[in-house]
């Protein structure tokens, strides 16, 4: 349930860009998740506004969800591969692997949802300013 209010949050968020859950009814395999499953999983991808910037805004500011590398515990996990696992990669390989810089995974874990989500609206609050000092 966490994760799937976390994914209406994301979507509706002015500083997300896009939000890649099956749970979402714009998600291209929502239709087999729903019959396929039991519940749509506690993982979900999404891509803020900017770039490497704004995504280590939104990491920075996180109070809640924990930096890390291997998702999928019982607590809440962030990590934004262009910073994180494939930093190392040159730019234009992570762009023909399809690694944005702007793509956020989570994993949602078993805390209160309505802080987790206050969590990542702080996160994504520091997004937006951090593109005011842009122009």
Not at 60 to 82: D, H, Y
């Amino acid at each position: 349930r966490n994760a799937h209010a976390i994914a209406l949050f994301l979507d509706k968020h002015k500083a997300v860009k896009r939000v890649a859950y099956p749970g979402l009814t714009s998600h291209p395999q929502h239709a087999i998740a729903k019959k396929q499953q039991h519940g749509f999983g506690a993982m979900i991808t999404f891509y803020c506004i900017g770039g490497r910037e704004q995504s280590a805004a939104i990491l920075k500011n996180l109070r809640i969800f924990a930096l890390a590398e291997s998702l999928g515990a019982v607590e809440s996990l962030a990590e934004c591969p262009a910073l994180m696992t494939h930093a190392s990669v040159p730019d234009d390989q992570r762009a023909l692997l399809g690694i944005d810089d702007s793509l956020i995974r989570l994993s949602v874990g078993i805390e209160s949802c309505q802080d987790l989500i206050d969590d990542l609206g702080r996160g994504l609050e520091a997004a937006l300013e951090s593109m005011q000092h842009i122009s």
